[in-house]
Every structure is written in C-alpha cells, then in structure tokens.
C-alpha cells in the first residue's frame, strides 16, 4: 500500500485508502499539519508548526525515497534551530542549550569535519574584528576540551 500527495491545486491525485490527507486530521487527537506550499522539504511550513504548536519533539516516521538523507538533514536542522528535539528511529538530534555567559558580542565558529578550515575561518574573523579596533579573544577546542 503506498500513500500518494495531493496535487497543488489541492484535489486528490491519490492517498492512503482513497481519502485525502485532510481525513488524517480529523481522525487523530493531535494537531496534523499538512504544508501550504509544494517545496520539498517544506522547512517554512515546519517552522511555522513548531511556533504556533510548541512541540518538545518532532518525531520523523518517513524514509527513502520520501525524505532522503539531504531532506532529512534540512528538517532536522530547522526544528533543532527551534529549540525542539529531532527524533528518528536510528538517532536523536538535541538542540544545544545556549547561555547568555559573555558580557561583550561573541561569535561561534563550528565544523564538524577534519580540515574543513575552521582555523583559517577564525583567525579571519579575529583578524577583521581587530580591524575593527576591537579586541578578539579566540577560544580553539581541541580534542579533550577547549
């Protein structure tokens, strides 16, 4: 059995036992979303349920070739943005709690791969700051801490 989207002029090209997806909304106790524009994926759509819904979660049941690892990680990234955990059956992404722990403007450089220029990218950002005629204090984590 496989689940078909409705076309964008909104009449039912097909869907899960021949009803459209709008009879998803009546039929569960939880807020359904489904998105207002054809983008793929529908980030905006996403964010704007999480606004008005405030979820703590945002569960992800889909896979290929609905929503492939690209798509996967723009959703994830957006809903983390938003402070709201991303669950998925094989992993979990936990928003970061940020602190407001400086007394002056900081900024935040981060990579997560080898050799993917976070050195060079900072010590151009610190360069430009004190250009600026600012003071940069520069912060470098390395493995086992900063």
């Given at each position: 059995?496989?689940?078909?989207?409705?076309?964008?002029?909104?009449?039912?090209?097909?869907?899960?036992?021949?009803?459209?997806?709008?009879?998803?909304?009546?039929?569960?106790?939880?807020?359904?979303?489904?998105?207002?524009?054809?983008?793929?994926?529908?980030?905006?759509?996403?964010?704007?349920?999480?606004?008005?819904?405030?979820?703590?979660?945002?569960?992800?049941?889909?896979?290929?070739?609905?929503v492939n690892d690209q798509k996967r990680m723009q959703i994830a990234s957006a809903v983390v943005v938003e402070s709201v955990k991303y669950e998925r059956a094989?992993?979990?992404?936990?928003?970061?709690?940020?602190?407001?722990?400086?007394?002056?403007?900081?900024?935040?450089?981060?990579?997560?791969?080898?050799?993917?220029?976070?050195?060079?990218?900072?010590?151009?950002?610190?360069?430009?700051?004190?250009?600026?005629?600012?003071?940069?204090?520069?912060?470098?984590?390395?493995?086992?801490?900063?």
């Open positions: 059995m496989r689940a078909r989207s409705c076309s964008e002029n909104g009449k039912t090209k097909g869907s899960l036992h021949g009803r459209p997806p709008q009879h998803v909304q009546r039929g569960l106790p939880i807020p359904v979303v489904l998105p207002a524009s054809s983008a793929s994926p529908p980030i905006g759509d996403i964010v704007k349920a999480i606004r008005l819904h405030k979820p703590d979660v945002v569960v992800e049941l889909c896979d290929e070739p609905v094989d992993f979990t992404f936990f928003p970061t709690p940020f602190r407001d722990v400086c007394v002056n403007h900081s900024i935040k450089i981060i990579g997560l791969g080898k050799c993917a220029g976070k050195a060079a990218i900072s010590m151009a950002t610190a360069m430009m700051v004190n250009s600026m005629g600012l003071r940069p204090c520069v912060v470098k984590a390395a493995p086992g801490g900063p």
